[in-house]
């Protein structure tokens, strides 16, 4: 599915530590409700094995709803559960080898610590690529916050989507309006919401609102 296609801006991303599968289920049921446009699953420190089965589960829930499930990386699980992608880092399977094992259909998002990181996954058929933390986030607490400047200079010079992500919230999202980019990844502000259905629909209002959709690459 292509990335202009998305229902909305808003990329979710499950929280770590997760809950059990059935809570993990009412979580991305609320999200979906609230008008996500793409979730990740994201798993550290769970055997294969549980991956699997929470994996399933969520691609139950994401694919009736025309939700794109993205698996962190782990290709083997997002081939093992038919997800719609996979998300690569740095220290990850390399952006090529991801994109000749998933297939030319898949969606494949990399993380960019720089511009050149980003121009490479570019050329290795990369989805999108996404820079972070935006602003201080309590998930990556031990990284400082990079600002928008990075994504300034990407958008010049990458044609590809880009996500932003990083301690992004209904109170800062709107200074994200700049740089005008095509995803906001959310963890805890949705995650740690009393209402997480009703935060996502808020976030989604608000990137409505100050995230204008542009006609971008894959």
Do not use: W
Request: aromatic share 2%; with cysteine; net charge negative.
């Amino acid at each position: 599915m292509p990335i202009v296609s998305l229902k909305s801006k808003i990329y979710f991303i499950t929280p770590d530590p997760l809950p059990d599968t059935q809570a993990l289920r009412a979580l991305v049921k609320g999200v979906i409700r609230g008008g996500v446009g793409i979730v990740q699953y994201r798993a550290k420190g769970l055997s294969t094995a549980q991956m699997v089965q929470d994996a399933a589960a969520l691609v139950q829930l994401t694919r009736p709803a025309g939700i794109p499930l993205i698996i962190n990386d782990r290709l083997d699980v997002a081939l093992a559960v038919g997800a719609d992608g996979v998300h690569v880092g740095a220290d990850d399977m390399p952006v090529d080898i991801s994109r000749r094992i998933m297939g030319p259909r898949a969606i494949v998002g990399v993380t960019c610590e720089r511009l050149d990181d980003a121009l490479e996954a570019e050329r290795h058929a990369a989805s999108y690529v996404a820079f972070g933390p935006i602003f201080a986030s309590p998930t990556k607490s031990e990284l400082p916050p990079i600002g928008l400047e990075l994504i300034e200079q990407a958008r010049s010079r990458v044609s590809l989507p880009i996500c932003a992500i990083g301690g992004i919230n209904a109170s800062n999202l709107s200074q994200l309006t700049p740089v005008n980019p095509d995803l906001v990844a959310i963890v805890s502000a949705i995650a740690g919401a009393d209402d997480p259905s009703e935060a996502t629909r808020e976030l989604v209002e608000l990137a409505n609102q100050h995230l204008p959709h542009r006609i971008v690459g894959p």
